[in-house]
């Protein structure tokens, strides 16, 4: 039971940490090696600029529920390590809680990714495609939900 305990608290640091990482960088999309941007800024080789007043309304989405699944995310992370110590907090048990947090952050991440990629596929032309960011935001979904499936026990 304790190496299922271990196994999920590795894997919600894993999701987490893609996670956050993926909000954080601007590798989302890129466009013939030339600009690169992520949820945040758009960036060339030399300079990188802030989106401004100007941000589509699916980017908006995006970066709320990539938000909310990262505080999700990091009650999931720290309710399964508080567990090794506490069964419960007042009233409330943590792996449950811990649990229900870590499915909540992985429906928020599918989402947010699912949103960016219907929303963005229409304007991929020629030249542009997803970028390494974009893949670290959608493998913290799955990993959630392992995380979840792993904590349930």
Same mark, same amino acid.
């Given at each position: ?74 009650? *999931? @992370?720290?309710?399964?390590? $508080? =567990? +090794?110590?506490?069964?419960? !907090? ?42 390494? *960011? @974009?893949?670290?935001?959608? $493998? =913290? +979904?799955?990993?959630?939900? !392992? ?7």
């Amino acid at each position: 039971m304790e190496g299922l305990q271990i196994a999920a608290c590795v894997f919600s640091f894993i999701s987490l940490l893609l996670l956050i990482i993926a909000m954080a960088s601007n590798y989302w999309i890129i466009n013939l090696n030339i600009t690169h941007s992520g949820l945040w800024q758009i960036c060339d080789a030399i300079t990188c600029l802030s989106y401004g007043m100007e941000v589509r309304d699916y980017i908006h989405a995006t970066r709320a529920f990539l938000f909310m699944g990262m505080i999700a995310g990091a009650v *999931s @992370f720290f309710g399964l390590c $508080a =567990s +090794f110590y506490h069964s419960h !907090i007042g009233s409330v048990s943590i792996k449950p809680l811990a649990m229900s947090a870590s499915f909540a952050a992985g429906v928020c991440s599918l989402i947010a990714m699912a949103t960016f990629t219907g929303m963005y596929s229409q304007y991929i032309v020629l030249g542009r495609w997803y970028g390494w *960011s @974009f893949g670290l935001g959608w $493998a =913290s +979904f799955p990993l959630f939900l !392992i995380t979840g499936g792993l904590a349930w026990k």
